[in-house]
């Protein structure tokens, strides 16, 4: 079962490699243009752009490989995923100045292609950590972590409580039922193309439903003057 498995994984790396890498590279764009985001609301200078920016583009990738034990990071041999993360932040800095942006904003555009960036990392991360031997539950963590990892590193160096730990919107939740779906398909019977485009197309419509519906996890809330008292 895990040979067919990894078999299947591998096959979706050699069948799809041309769109995969064009895809991660948009996905890239995305998180930056989130980061970017983030730091004109903070009033960050040009650097502060850049960091966040080209943190958030490469930071599920790069807690994926630590946790994986791949090092170096996947950016320090392909840093051109840097670049574009960098070349794109700074980009954001004159386009908001235009009307471009509040367009964007206004067609929730940039929401829609977090999702999308968000549903196409978590692929292939639960896929590079089943080519490194991970079994299917840490692979799927692992997944999930690569999806929604450059969004907690955005939240955090903006000095934010991270968005998919308080939104109450179905965000790690998406990312856990695609990577769950995505090991599910990874059958030798199913085409690598099926395996690879339904997860992501399940994360994206749960993500742009949760979105637009409000769906979304129950909140917790502890009134005041009722937090525990420790009584030793």
Same mark, same amino acid.
């Given at each position: 079962?895990l040979?067919?498995v990894?078999a299947a994984?591998?096959t979706v !790396?050699?069948?799809? &490699?041309?769109?995969?890498?064009?895809?991660?590279?948009?996905g890239?764009?995305?998180?930056?243009?989130?980061g970017?985001f983030?730091?004109?609301?903070k009033q960050?200078d040009?650097?502060?752009v850049v960091?966040?920016? !080209?943190a958030v583009a490469?930071g &599920?990738?790069?807690?994926?490989?630590?946790?994986?034990g791949?090092?170096?990071v996947?950016?320090v041999?392909e840093?051109t995923?840097?670049l574009v993360?960098?070349a794109?932040?700074?980009?954001?800095?004159?386009l908001?100045?235009?009307r471009?942006?509040?367009?964007?904003?206004r067609?929730r555009?940039?929401e829609?292609?977090?999702?999308?960036?968000m549903a196409?990392?978590v692929v292939?991360?639960?896929?590079v950590a089943?080519?490194?031997?991970?079994?299917?539950?840490s692979a799927a963590?692992v997944g999930?972590?690569?999806?929604v990892?450059?969004?907690?590193?955005?939240?955090?160096?903006?000095?934010?409580?991270?968005e998919?730990l308080s939104?109450?919107?179905?965000?790690a939740?998406?990312?856990?039922?695609g990577a769950?779906?995505?090991?599910g398909?990874l059958q030798?019977d199913v085409?690598?193309?099926?395996a690879?485009?339904?997860?992501i197309?399940?994360i994206?419509?749960?993500r742009?439903?949760?979105l637009?519906? &409000?769906?979304?996890?129950p909140?917790f809330t502890?009134?005041?003057?009722r937090e525990?008292?420790?009584r030793?």
């Open positions: 079962m040979s067919a990894l994984g591998d !790396s050699t069948t799809l &490699g041309v769109v995969q890498t064009v895809l991660e590279y948009l890239t764009v995305a998180f930056a243009v989130s970017a983030a730091a004109g609301r960050m040009l650097v502060g960091v966040l920016g !080209s490469v &599920g990738g790069t807690v994926r490989d630590l946790l994986l791949e090092l170096p996947f950016w041999t840093p995923f840097l993360g960098a794109t932040a700074l980009a954001v800095v004159p908001a100045r235009t471009t942006l509040d367009l964007l904003q067609l555009i940039i829609v292609s977090d999702a999308a960036g196409l990392f292939i991360g639960t896929n089943i080519d490194s031997g991970a079994d299917g539950v963590v999930v972590v690569a999806g990892g450059g969004g907690v590193i955005r939240d955090v160096l903006a000095n934010r409580l991270p998919v939104n109450a919107q179905f965000y939740t998406a990312a856990l039922v769950a779906a995505y090991l398909l030798p085409p690598a193309e099926v690879f485009w339904v997860p197309v399940i994206l419509a749960i742009l439903l949760a637009r519906l &409000g769906w979304g996890m909140t502890v009134p005041d003057g525990p008292r420790n030793s």
